[in-house]
């Protein structure tokens, strides 16, 4: 009965945590691999803009209306478009 119980949570813990993070890391690294130009990005730095080049293991953005290019490497990458929050009063 113990050997049935302990295998049963193991069960649990994989498909309630394992499974799905895995599944979000897949998705993260198929949106990186299929970043191009134009695509507008967010860092996990915050900070946003526009690809301008991609590289094997970087991009490099125009952040500004003034065309400030920086480079990053694409891990650093959060999400493509913008990300916004929400306030309420």
């Not at 690294?29 to 094997?56: F, H, N, P, Q």
């Not at 490099?60 to 990300?83: H, L, N, P, Y």
Request: hydrophobic share 45%.
């Amino acid at each position: 009965m113990t050997i049935v119980m302990l295998v049963a949570m193991i069960a649990i813990f994989y498909f309630m945590l394992i499974r799905p993070e895995n599944k979000r890391k897949k998705e993260a690294e198929k949106m990186r691999s299929e970043l191009s130009v134009g695509d507008v990005i967010t860092t996990i730095g915050g900070i946003v803009g526009t690809i301008c080049a991609v590289k094997d293991n970087t991009i490099v953005i125009e952040t500004s209306a003034d065309r400030v290019r920086m480079e990053f490497t694409k891990w650093a990458v959060s999400s493509k478009g913008t990300q916004s929050v929400e306030t309420t009063k």
